[in-house]
Structures are given as structure tokens and as C-alpha cells.
């Protein structure tokens, strides 16, 4: 180290031949530089399809009890505003109660308009299982509201365990967009 800042350095800092010539401005323009037009949508524009996962909870009131559930969905739904059918598709999804052991999977064909905010409705099958009984099939239809998040009620009945009725929130987050 003592021999380069010795004999290197000053060599090289006393050959000024050697060193490439500074340049200090850059060369001056042939045209005036343009942006092409861009492609973006209008951020307004919600139109489109859109893949949704997200937390749900809800409170359930089955077998003359409440009880809580926790868990997720996803949801694949095209999204149209200004038609009369704004938004339609599937969801998908499963809770764990919170009380009884076990849980639900179910499967939901939603459609929605606007009125003033988005409003729709749900239904499909369920699947009611359990760690003790065997699975138990029913059906349920809701109504939901899109206000940033996606508060819904639903009732429905499942067989062995009779009618039941929950009000809970899904948060939609978004995953793709297409």
C-alpha cells in the first residue's frame, strides 16, 4: 500500500497526456425532445374484471345460538358502473366458528347495481362441517353493499341444524385486475 501511494500515484497524476479530455457540457439537442401520447385509463374507470381476496367475519345466529366465524374468500366479478347489471360473479369461501368447532365452505353467484353505492345479492350452497358430525349441506342467500368494504346479511338453512341468519363484512382487497 505504501509503495502504491509512493510510486503510483504520483506517476499517474504527473502524466496529464495520458488522462482522457473533460467534457463538461453535453452535446447540444438536434430536435425538441416529445413524450408520446399515453395509453392509461382514467383512473374513475372501474370497469373491468377483478380477482378479490380478503378477510370475513360475521356473527350467526343457528341452533337457537349466536357464534362468531373468521375467515376468508375470494371473489371473480366483472365490474360494469354505469349498467343496470354492475357487477357479476362468483365468491368462494370458508370460516372457522369461533364456539362450535368446525366451520363452512360455500359458493355464492353474486350480482349487483348501482343505487347511489353498489348493492347486490348472493346464493349458493354451503357446506356445514364439523370435527364431530359428518358434513351437512344447506343454501343461503344475502344482500350486500359495497362501501369500501362489503358489509352483507344472509339467511339460510342447513340440514340437521335448521334456519340460520348472520350479518358480517368481507374486505375486498384486489388482486388482479384485467
Not at 14 to 37: I, S
Request: proline fraction near 8%; charged fraction near 20%.
Amino acid at each position: 500500500m505504501l509503495a502504491c501511494f509512493l510510486g503510483v500515484i504520483p506517476v499517474a497524476a504527473a502524466d496529464p497526456l495520458q488522462a482522457p479530455p473533460v467534457a463538461p457540457d453535453p452535446p447540444a439537442r438536434d430536435a425538441v425532445p416529445t413524450v408520446g401520447p399515453g395509453n392509461f385509463r382514467a383512473s374513475w374507470d372501474l370497469d373491468d374484471t377483478y380477482l378479490w381476496l380478503g378477510p370475513t367475519g360475521a356473527a350467526s345466529r343457528i341452533e337457537s345460538e349466536w357464534d362468531s366465524t373468521i375467515g376468508g374468500h375470494l371473489a371473480l366479478v366483472r365490474v360494469r358502473e354505469r349498467r343496470t347489471l354492475g357487477v357479476i360473479g362468483g365468491m368462494v369461501g370458508a370460516t372457522l366458528w369461533t364456539e362450535r368447532g368446525g366451520g363452512r365452505i360455500w359458493a355464492d353467484a353474486v350480482a349487483g347495481t348501482r343505487l347511489g353505492r353498489m348493492v347486490g345479492v348472493s346464493a349458493g350452497p354451503i357446506l356445514e362441517l364439523s370435527e364431530l358430525r359428518h358434513p351437512k349441506v344447506g343454501g343461503s342467500i344475502g344482500l350486500w353493499a359495497f362501501v369500501g368494504v362489503t358489509p352483507f346479511i344472509r339467511v339460510g338453512a342447513v340440514d340437521e341444524l335448521g334456519a340460520f341468519a348472520e350479518i358480517g363484512v368481507h374486505l375486498a382487497l384486489p388482486v388482479l385486475r384485467r
